[in-house]
């Protein structure tokens, strides 16, 4: 696992042993980043259920303002922190250490341009943290939600949010989510 683009292009990242975390695959990551390109540079970046660290990583190498990186694993928040040593971001990015309806909780009142949810693939509760971030507004009126999921998972979007476009893998689906700008 590596930068793929941007000041910090090249370096290795560490990521956590085990089964707690599934990093973003590099081709998938790579492919992501080329489709939001123009949307990153000056971008505030919210990386939920961080993992390693990688994707907000990215977005930072690539000129993105600052980032918050939400993770509650131990070894995780390890490796995010060895990570942003490694490149040098520390001083850009917000680690939160904790579950991610705590973290909405201490984040409220912040928005983001572009906000990042890679949550286990077993996560039930995928569609109470969409609704939170929907009415608690930690969008942009411009901003977008990506969510990594599984293929096989289903997701029902809040009335305030609206599917605006996918991109399907084999086994995983990005899925980009706006405002619904109608419903406010």
């Known amino acids: 696992m590596r930068v793929i683009s941007g000041r910090c292009r090249g370096t290795h990242l560490e990521a956590p042993e085990g089964m707690n975390t599934r990093p973003t695959t590099d081709r998938i990551k790579e492919t ?3 489709m939001i390109a123009f949307d990153i540079p000056e971008c505030e970046f919210l990386d939920l259920f961080s993992g390693s660290g990688a994707m907000a990583i990215e977005a930072l190498s690539r000129g ?3 980032a918050v990186l939400v993770e509650k694993d131990t070894k995780a928040l390890a490796c995010i922190e060895q990570n942003l040593e ?3 971001l520390k001083a850009e990015a917000k680690v939160v250490a904790s579950d991610v309806f705590e973290a909405l909780k201490r984040l409220e009142g912040e928005q983001f341009d572009i906000i990042f949810m890679d949550p286990p693939y077993a996560l039930e509760n ?9 009415k608690k507004k930690f969008l942009k009126e411009d901003g977008y939600i990506i969510l990594e999921r599984s293929t096989k998972t289903i997701v029902k979007l809040p009335q305030n949010l609206v599917l605006w476009k996918e991109k399907q893998y084999k086994t995983t689906t990005l899925s980009f989510i706006r405002r619904d700008m109608g419903s406010e």
């Open 126 to 134: 995928i569609q109470t943290v969409l609704e939170i971030l929907a």
């Open 64 to 66: 993105g303002k600052r």
């Open 32 to 34: 992501l980043f080329n």
């Open 86 to 88: 490694k490149t040098r």
